[in-house]
Each structure stands twice: as C-alpha cells, then as structure tokens.
T-cell receptor, first 113, second 119 residues
C-alpha cells in the first residue's frame, strides 16, 4: 500500500533561516504529491502540489520537487517568517489508491523572531 | 458556501451513545472524503464518495462506523455505540473532479473538522 514518511519534528528556526522538511513516499504507479499546511486554529490548506516526476510545486516562497528516482518530495523555503509557524503535512494520492490521500505524520514548525 | 463546512465543531458524548457528524462540501464538488486525525498524527482516510456513490470504505475501522451522501451533496458520518478510542478530529474534504479523472487532479479542500470527545 501507499505510505508517506516525514522527518520528525518539531523544527525550530529563527526568522530568515533556510527550511527543509524531508518527505519520502512508497507507492505503486505514478502518484500525485502534495504539501498541506495547518495554521493554528485553522483547517488543512493545500500549500503546493506536483503531479508528475520532475515537476516543481511552488507557493508563498515554498518549493518542492517530485523526485521519482529517490521517491522524495522535500519542502524548502529560503527565508522563513514567523507567520510560517504551522504544522506541515506531506501527502500523496493515486497509484493503487486513486482518489484518497495518504498523509505523513506532520512536522511542527516554529519560527522565532 | 465558500468552503467546506462541518458541524458540530465540537462534540462531547458519553461512551455508548451514537453520534452523527455532518459535512457540507463546496457547491458542485463531486468527490467527498472523510478522514480521522488523532492528536499528533496525520489524517487517516476513512471513506469517500463520488456523487452519492460510496466508492471506497476500506478505511472505516469497524462496522460501528458508516457514512452516507444520499443526494450527492451533504454527507453524514455516523458512529454507533461510541468508545473512548473514537475520540479524534474528524475531517471532511471535497474536490471538484471525480477520482477517476485523468491528470491526477485530486486537489482536496478541507473543512475545519469536528473534534469528537468520548467520555
């Protein structure tokens, strides 16, 4: 079956630091990959996505590249802000289980001024 | 409405009682998904619908859990004879395209969830 593994958190950074949150996956076929974000007190929001190998998803300064050879979809941002403090979830859809999302366990990010 | 709406936002129930959780998807969205999220974990898939048809219920943990979407819009997740282990955040999501669509366009919009506590 499908699975997603995220780096363990929590991650604590100073403002303007570089961010990487690692995500690797297991799936058959050609899944679509996503990063969702949950800000305090809010629901899950789609941050970015990539639907095929070598695609780069980007939004709000965040980027992630779909690497089929390493089955990875690492999230990066060059300069984080306090407002980026949230929980980040890597997820996949498709492969043998098209139509439903498989999530990683989430990574808590805290950014200090 | 503008987004996915879930009600109630919070539900406290006694062990053994039945509960019904409601999801009102974005208007026109074909697919509707239910997830359960334990504290400190990612959401786990329960079931999903395309229109009124339940396509996959493989994530429902046991036969106390059921879901319906009779008119292809609002959905209800029902938990019978609740147990303390059912305590979790229950999330609903909807997407515009059917899951069998091409191109992998399964972007899902999530509601704020219902926090269920069984005491």
């Amino acid at each position: 079956g499908n699975s997603v593994t995220q780096m363990e958190g929590p991650v604590t950074l100073s403002e303007e630091a570089f961010l990487t949150i690692n995500c690797t996956y297991t799936a058959t076929g050609y899944p679509s990959l996503f990063w969702y974000v949950q800000y305090p007190g809010e629901g899950l929001q789609l941050l970015l996505k990539a639907t095929k190998a070598d695609d780069k998803g980007s939004n709000k300064g965040f980027e992630a590249t779909y690497r089929k050879e390493t089955t990875s979809f690492h999230l990066e941002k060059g300069s984080v802000q306090v407002s980026d403090s949230a929980v980040y979830f890597c997820a996949l859809a498709g492969g043998t289980s098209y139509g439903k999302l498989t999530f990683g366990q989430g990574t808590i990010l805290t950014v200090h001024p | 409405g503008a987004g996915v709406s879930q009600s109630p936002r919070y539900k406290v129930t006694k062990r053994g009682q039945d509960v019904a959780l409601r999801c009102d998807p974005i208007s026109g969205h074909v697919s509707l998904y239910w997830y359960r999220q334990a504290l400190g974990q990612g959401p786990e898939f329960l079931t999903y619908f395309n229109y009124e048809a339940q396509q996959d219920k493989s994530g429902l943990p046991n036969d106390r859990f059921s879901a319906e979407r009779p008119e292809g819009s609002i959905s209800t997740l029902t938990i019978q004879r609740t147990e303390q282990r059912d305590s979790a955040m229950y999330r609903c999501a909807s997407s515009l395209t059917p899951s069998w669509g091409t191109g992998g366009n399964t972007e899902a919009f999530f509601g704020q969830g219902t926090r269920l506590t069984v005491v």
